[in-house]
Structure formats: structure tokens, C-alpha cells
């Protein structure tokens, strides 16, 4: 029978010290390839077939990597530490359960067979940001800088806090934007007390996932809100860990760290496969080929959909010059998806044209019809004309004066064009509300496994049961 040896621990954060609980153990007759049920449900063996992820880099804002996890191995770049209880280099685990590991190998594991951890992007490089064991507003916005001009393509943060972003958050953000990087963070979970999704997913640019269940539905332990972009799978997600945290070297757990650690991945794939793609067009391949689920267009749960890593891969999707994340993104309702200035999604059954409609018919017809109608009031204007050369005109009174020589009337003037449009701002984006802090998911189990090398789980043990959810902390 697996004996858990990890005990609650504690995390100092801003506003206080909250226990955090042991960790999920995993079932002794699963592989860790059995229990990573989202890489068929999403494709990856598919979406492998066209890119491995080889190139790209992604920054992984958190608590420290471990480099010597043999999941990781080999995967992880020097990186950086903020604050005075970071790591240097942003090597080992500043939080004693190794969140941040656990994220990296989701998005980078090498795999290499049933009893090791294959990542959604698992030829890309992972470059480790620590934060410690808190989210400083100022750490986070260093931390962002200091990856963005160190060379990540794609930064992760599956980390979150219930306050308002400050201006150096948002002006952070701004500054990777513009030079290029795609931003992914974590929604949120309601076990740990969010209401509303949580800063840094809540600032305009930011992809904020939300969660989904084994069954593609929306996982209910999600924060759901107007920011929300995309969604992906949270439940039951399978990730490496120091054995130092975990025997066998391994943990399960349910949480939008997990769902923004797969959407990071995926960004990967984008970028190794389009590799001349800007930040604007990954982003927009990514909401444009996503699943739509829910109600029709962008909304609370599902934000653009649930991601579809082959899709987004194979898929042709029409170019923008800009962000769709900052075009005046909805606050909710039909009315506003309707009316905000982002391009339309693609679909199977025609392409995308400068009309706005959704198929190749649709937009013959439109056409046509812009053609005929100038020819009209060009043949119109014609016919007037010839007829007032017909018209018989009535000599002017007197002797010897020649009538007048005939000539069509002028069209009526038209009013002169109106002037652009200004420009959409940026949605704006709500303070969450005043919740109590969260805390770490349970990503880290089981414990009493077989020790690293050996095959693992052993067969034929018995789990103990698993543990309740912790409150408090601010990993998502």
C-alpha cells in the first residue's frame, strides 16, 4: 500500500501563513503515459507528428525548477531569480512542494516511454524565472522583463492573486507584447477561494485559462469570468517532481496552473511550427482554431473555446496587424461579440474575407452586389443625360437670339465622407474581488512509489485515499 510520507506544510504569503495539504497519490496499476489522458484527448500524439516544440523557449515564472528531475533533464536553461528568497539561476524549489517543476514538465517533459512524462512541447527549453514564495507586484513585473530580454518566446505563469494588477504589471505585459512574446497565466480555482480571475490573467493581452474536465466540459473548480481566452484540461493532470517532494518522483492534481502549463506548450508548438509568426498571429491562431463550446462567440467559461493543438497547427487562418486580445476585447453579451473589432473565426466551409462574413457564399454575393451598385447609378446618370439632349428647348424671347446650347443636369452632390473611426482602447479589465488568498493546488503525490529508475507505480498497490483540498496560496 503507497504510504504518504509528505506532511502539511505551510507557505508564507502576503497575507498570512495557510496549510497546504499532502498530495494526491495516483492509482498503482496506472503508468505515468496511462495517466496522461489529455495528450489523446488533445491530440499530441498528432500534433508531434508535425513539431516537437525545437527552438522555441519558454519562460517559466514561478518557484524554481529542478534541473536534475529526469523528466527534465537536459530541458532546462540557466535562468534568474527575484527577490531575496529566489533561487539563483532560478534552479531548485523555493516553495518545498516544486510547483514550478511540476509546470515545466508538463510543458517540456522529454518523455521517452510509459514510465516517464512526456510534455505537450518536449523539444523546447525551459527558462526558469523564481519568484520565491510569494507574488510580489514588483517581482512579477521584473520577472516578466527579465525573460522577455533573455529570450523566451512564451512565458507561463501559473501563478495568481486575488488583488488588482498594478501599472508595472500592466506596463510589463505591455513591454513583452511589443517585443514579440505570448503571455499565458492561470485563471484561478474556486476551491482556494477566487471569485473572479485572478491578476496576472486578468491584464489585456494576457491568454487567462480556464479549466476543463476529462469530459471536455467546463471543470466546475474553474474561475470563470469576461477575460477569460482560452480553456484546457485541468483535471487529474499528471506531473514530475523532485523526490525530495515525492518518492516515486511524480504527483496528480487538479488546477489552472496545470491548463495554462498545456496552453504554454501548445503556444510552443505554434511558434517552432510558424516560426515567422509575431506574437498577435499566434495568439489569434490559437483563439481562431480553438473549439467553440458553450454559447456561440467568446464567453465566461470557455473564453474563444477549448484548444485544438492539430488545428492550430494545420489550419489555414487569415493574418491580423494587431493583438485580438486588445482590440477592444467583450466585457460579455451577444451584442458586444458581435460588435468588437476582432476577425472572425475561422471555418471549415469557406475562408475569411474583408466583408466580416463567415463563408466563401456569403461573401460572393456581398460582392457582387458592391459591384452592381455603382454600374447602376453610372448607367443611371446616362440615361438622364441623353434624355435632356432629346428634350426640346424653347427659344428665348426676341429676334435673332440663339437658343441655348443643351446640357445634362449635374448629379446631385454627395455628402462628403465621414472620418475614420477612432481607434478601439483596450477592454478594461475589473478588480477581482476581495477573496481570501489562494493556495497551491494538490499537483504533488503519490509518495511510496518505486524509486527513480524502477518502473513506476509498482503493480498491484494499494492507494491511500486522497486528501482534501488546502486553502490558501498563490499557485493556481
Not at 496499476?29 to 519558454?58: F, M, N, S
Not at 497565466?185 to 493581452?205: E, F, H, L, R
Not at 491580423?320 to 471549415?348: F, T
Not at 485515499?465 to 493556481?476: C, D, L, N, R
Request: aromatic fraction near 4%; glycine fraction near 14%.
Amino acid at each position: 500500500m503507497l504510504r504518504s510520507t509528505v506532511a502539511a506544510l505551510a507557505l508564507v504569503v502576503a497575507a498570512g501563513t495557510v496549510p497546504l495539504v499532502a498530495p494526491a497519490p495516483a492509482r498503482a496499476a496506472d503508468t505515468v503515459r496511462g495517466l496522461q489522458w489529455y495528450l489523446d484527448e488533445l491530440k499530441i500524439p498528432q500534433a508531434h507528428k508535425i513539431t516537437k516544440g525545437r527552438g522555441v523557449v519558454v519562460a517559466v515564472l514561478d518557484t524554481g525548477v529542478e534541473p536534475d528531475v529526469p523528466d527534465l533533464r537536459g530541458q532546462v536553461l540557466p535562468g534568474y531569480g527575484t527577490g531575496a528568497d529566489a533561487s539563483a539561476k532560478g534552479w531548485g524549489t523555493d516553495d518545498k512542494i516544486a510547483h514550478g517543476t511540476a509546470m515545466a514538465g508538463i510543458i517540456a517533459g522529454r518523455g521517452g516511454g510509459v514510465t516517464r512524462e512526456l510534455g505537450i512541447a518536449p523539444e523546447a527549453k525551459i527558462l526558469p524565472v523564481s519568484i520565491g514564495g510569494t507574488l510580489d507586484a514588483g517581482e512579477l513585473a521584473e520577472a516578466i522583463r527579465w525573460a522577455v530580454d533573455h529570450g523566451a518566446d512564451v512565458v507561463n505563469m501559473s501563478v495568481g492573486d486575488n488583488r488588482a494588477a498594478t501599472p508595472d504589471e500592466v506596463a510589463a505585459v505591455r513591454y513583452a507584447l511589443d517585443k514579440g512574446v505570448v503571455l499565458v497565466a492561470a485563471a484561478g480555482n474556486t476551491k482556494q477561494g477566487y471569485v473572479d480571475i485572478a491578476t496576472p490573467a486578468d491584464i489585456p493581452g494576457v491568454i487567462a485559462v480556464t479549466g476543463l474536465a476529462k469530459d471536455g466540459s467546463f471543470f466546475s473548480g474553474s474561475v470563470r469570468g469576461p477575460e477569460a481566452v482560452l480553456a484546457a484540461p485541468m483535471e487529474k493532470i499528471i506531473a514530475p517532481l523532485p523526490t525530495s517532494v515525492s518518492d516515486n518522483g511524480y504527483g496528480v492534481g487538479n488546477g489552472t496552473s496545470e491548463s495554462a502549463a498545456i496552453v504554454s506548450g501548445l503556444a510552443a508548438l505554434v511558434r517552432a511550427r510558424y516560426p515567422d509568426l509575431d506574437a498577435a498571429n499566434v495568439v489569434n491562431r490559437l483563439i481562431r482554431t480553438a473549439q467553440d463550446r458553450g454559447p456561440a462567440g467568446r464567453d465566461d467559461e470557455y473564453g474563444f473555446g477549448a484548444v485544438d493543438p492539430v488545428a492550430a497547427l494545420t489550419r489555414s487562418v487569415p493574418t491580423v496587424s494587431s493583438n485580438p486580445l486588445l482590440a477592444g476585447a467583450p466585457a460579455g453579451g451577444d451584442a458586444e461579440k458581435e460588435s468588437q473589432p476582432l476577425p472572425e473565426r475561422s471555418q471549415d466551409d469557406g475562408p475569411l474575407v474583408a466583408f466580416g462574413v463567415k463563408n466563401g457564399t456569403g461573401a460572393l454575393i456581398q460582392g457582387v452586389l458592391c459591384l452592381l451598385v455603382p454600374i447602376a447609378v453610372a448607367i443611371l446618370v446616362i440615361v438622364l443625360v441623353r434624355r435632356s439632349r432629346r428634350r426640346p428647348v424653347t427659344p428665348p424671347a426676341g429676334p435673332g437670339v440663339p437658343p441655348p446650347p443643351g446640357h445634362p443636369v449635374p448629379p446631385a452632390t454627395v455628402p462628403g465622407a465621414r472620418g475614420p473611426y477612432p481607434p478601439a482602447g483596450t477592454a478594461p479589465y475589473g478588480a477581482p474581488g476581495a477573496v481570501p488568498p489562494q493556495a497551491p493546488g494538490a499537483y504533488y503525490g503519490p509518495p511510496g512509489a518505486a524509486p527513480q529508475g524502477a518502473p513506476w507505480p509498482q503493480p498491484g498497490a494499494t492507494p491511500p485515499p486522497p486528501a482534501p483540498p488546502g486553502p490558501g496560496g498563490h499557485h493556481q
